[in-house]
T-cell receptor, first 114, second 117 residues
Framework: KAGVTQTPRYLIKTRGQQVTLSCSPI?????VSWYQQTPGQGLQFLFE???????NKGNFPGRFSGRQFSNSRSEMNVSTLELGDSALYLC?????????????FGPGTRLTVL | QQQVKQSPQSLIVQKGGISIINCAYE??????FPWYQQFPGKGPALLIA?????SEKKEGRFTISFNKSAKQFSLHIMDSQPGDSATYFC????????????????FGQGTILTVHP
């Protein structure tokens, strides 16, 4: 099976812009979680989607949003970018049911905000 | 109450030595404790995981020890190799009544492991 794929791998944006990141989960996986990774804060949970519904949400401002499509692919959007949004954004997929707990991570999207 | 504290921040061991990384959690509702390994430029990859109904789990050179009463768990890497040099993260999550994770992992801050040849 192909792994979790994320596009684009690298992005450079300026403050105030918005950005959309994409994640394609492992085939058959219905749960997609998003994390932000920074040197200072480490890995922080953003939100999780399962069957097109947000099932869990972390402590991030409303500028961070996401959605999931019927094919389980997910996107996250960050509006009005700030310098502090520079980070590696990781997507992880899992079965989401039937006792499958392992989350498989993609390689991430490196976002730089100038 | 969602914190997971990990130590040490960095660790240097010689080839063939034992690497030990410790984590402590606060939320007693956590019931799934995975360890992830991350190499530069890559996403984290699951190494080994444990549930609180067992005190130890071993897979090859990697062992998780779990102390439920102390709310602590640790990763032991036996016969450490230069190829083990990476960042290691402990994590914890809370499942629903059916035992399935809701997909929210709370991570420790990470340990940068360097194994000298």
């Amino acid at each position: 099976k192909a792994g979790v794929t994320q596009t684009p791998r690298y992005l450079i944006k300026t403050r105030g812009q918005q950005v959309t990141l994409s994640c394609s989960p492992i085939s058959g996986h219905r749960s997609v979680s998003w994390y932000q990774q920074t040197p200072g804060q480490g890995l922080q949970f953003l939100f999780e989607y399962f069957s097109e519904t947000q099932r869990n949400k972390g402590n991030f401002p409303g500028r961070f949003s996401g959605r999931q499509f019927s094919n389980s692919r997910s996107e996250m959007n960050v509006s009005t970018l700030e310098l502090g949004d520079s980070a590696l954004y990781l997507c992880a997929s899992s079965g989401g049911q039937g006792g499958t707990d392992t989350q498989y991570f993609g390689p991430g999207t490196r976002l730089t905000v100038l | 109450q969602q914190q997971v504290k990990q130590s040490p921040q960095s660790l240097i061991v010689q080839k063939g030595g034992i690497s030990i990384i410790n984590c402590a959690y606060e939320n007693t509702a956590f019931d799934y404790f995975p360890w992830y390994q991350q190499f530069p430029g890559k996403g984290p990859a699951l190494l080994i995981a444990i549930r609180p109904d067992v005190s130890e789990k071993k897979e090859g050179r990697f062992t998780i020890s779990f102390n439920k009463s102390a709310k602590q768990f640790s990763l032991h890497i036996m016969d450490s190799q230069p190829g083990d040099s990476a960042t290691y993260f402990c994590a914890a999550s809370r499942g629903n009544a059916g035992g399935t994770s809701y997909g929210k992992l709370t991570f420790g801050q990470g340990t940068i492991l360097t194994v000298h040849p």
